[in-house]
Structures are given as C-alpha cells and as structure tokens.
C-alpha cells in the first residue's frame, strides 16, 4: 500500500494488492465471498495472527482470563510504548500503572483512545474501559488502540486541526462526501483555530460532518466527522473564546 492509510480499509488493500489504484469496494459482494484476485479472501490484523498459535497450545481460557490488550500509548506521559495490558484497563490506569503517570508539570486533559480515527475524549471520561464496544455511545471507538495521552499544554483545536489535514490529505478521493467534505472540514477548522471564524461557523462545520457521516463508501470519512463532532460537542466554549477574543483583538486594533 505504500504507507497509503486507506490501505488499512480492506479492500483498499486488495485492490493494492492486484496493482490497482487503492480504492474500497462496493459491497456486496464482500472479500470473503469476493476478495484478491475474485477469490474467498479473509483478511485478519497482525495481531490477530500473532496469537492464533498461543491459543491452538494453551486453549481460549487462558487467552481470556484476563484478556489482554495491545495499546500503543504516546504523547504526554513519562513512558511512552507499547502495553499489554487488561481489556477492562481505563485511560487513567493505563497512564498511572503502565506509563508512570503524567509527564512532568503536564495535567491529564484528554486523550485519543484509538489514534487519529478514535475520537477526542476529555480527561473528565477517565473511566471508560478502553475495549471494543465501550466507547462507541460516546462518539469514539478503540480502533487500533493507538491512545494519545493530551496535557493542558496541548490546544485541542489544534489536535483536531492536525487530525483533519491528515484525513484531507489521506482521502482516496473516491466518494464526493469524503473528497469534498475533508476539505471543508480542514479549511473551516483552520479558521476556528485561527479564530477569524464567526460562532455560527461552528454549527455550520458540525452540519458539515453529518453531510460526512454515513455518507461515504468506506469508515475514513466518519473517522474524519468523529473528532470534530467530540470536539464542538466536549470543548464548544473553547472555541467560542477564541473567536470572541479574536474580535476583540480586531475591534481594538481597528479604533
């Protein structure tokens, strides 16, 4: 796939595979009745693989009791990497018991629970475990496990800004919601960063993600919507602030 993160969408991958330009499939038919080369394809993760042998030799109890979980965790603790650690684990457990806490004169302030397709959760949601079907009520999903521990150094506009260059950049351009919507979600979140943005910008970028959402051949453009539907939803006033103290700062410049 050449480093293409719509590669990670099976299909896509596939396609990449028989040296075609990686764009996901119409379903049906699915890969495992249709898949590389017109053949039944099934298609697992690494990890999957990995413990397959494990589990043949000391059977599914001990798999499961506890299960354990690979998380990659970066950003703002002290011991950053890869933990196996329990499925039931919090973000807060994880920080403290795995990863040393906090990294110095940083305080817990949010986290993406599964890398930049995740979602943005507050630190105040410290008690959700972070597995599979735990976190999708709240807007996010673990995904890849891939959680981004956030400070009260970082800025989340900031974060969701990055997480949206990255989706514009990464659409495969198949699906006009998708090829068109990432863009318009990155410009606009440009502006709020900025803050030359008007309030009602705000719902107008949220409408924009429902247009997103649900709308596209494969799950990048609603990992594209998620994020910015956690942040209006979770950190509204903050971007409010921003636009109100960018204003301001144009009223007074301008007398």
Not at 52 to 64: H, L, P, Q, T, Y
Not at 172 to 179: I, N, Y
Not at 210 to 221: F, K, P, S
């Amino acid at each position: 796939g050449a480093g293409a993160y719509i590669c990670g969408e099976e299909s896509a991958m596939l396609e990449s595979i028989e040296g075609n330009r990686p764009l996901p499939r119409h379903r049906p038919p699915y890969v495992a009745e249709v898949g590389l080369f017109g053949r039944p394809t099934l298609e697992h993760n690494v990890e999957t693989l990995y413990w397959v042998r494990d589990i043949v030799e000391k059977g599914a109890d001990w798999f499961s009791s506890p299960m354990l979980h690979s998380y990659s965790v970066s950003g703002r603790v002290k011991n950053p990497g890869v933990k196996r650690a329990p499925a039931t684990i919090t973000v807060r457990q994880l920080i403290d018991d795995y990863c040393g806490g906090m990294q110095d004169g940083h305080t817990f302030k949010g986290y993406l629970p599964g890398g930049a397709s995740g979602g943005i959760l507050p630190a105040s949601l410290d008690n959700l475990e972070l597995f599979f079907g735990k976190l999708e009520e709240h807007g996010c999903f673990i995904g890849s496990a891939a959680v981004v521990i956030l400070s009260d150094r970082d800025d989340m506009k900031d974060v969701a800004l990055n997480i949206m260059r990255f989706f514009e950049d990464e659409s495969c351009g198949q699906c006009t919601p998708c090829r068109e919507g990432t863009g318009w979600m990155m410009r606009m979140m440009d502006r709020m960063v900025e803050g030359s943005a008007s309030i009602e910008e705000i719902d107008m970028l949220e409408e924009v993600t429902r247009q997103v959402e649900g709308h596209t051949i494969c799950a990048l453009g609603d990992a594209a919507a998620w994020p910015i539907q956690g942040l209006i939803k979770r950190f509204r006033p903050v971007m409010e602030k921003r636009i109100n103290d960018y204003q301001a700062k144009q009223a007074e410049q301008a007398a």
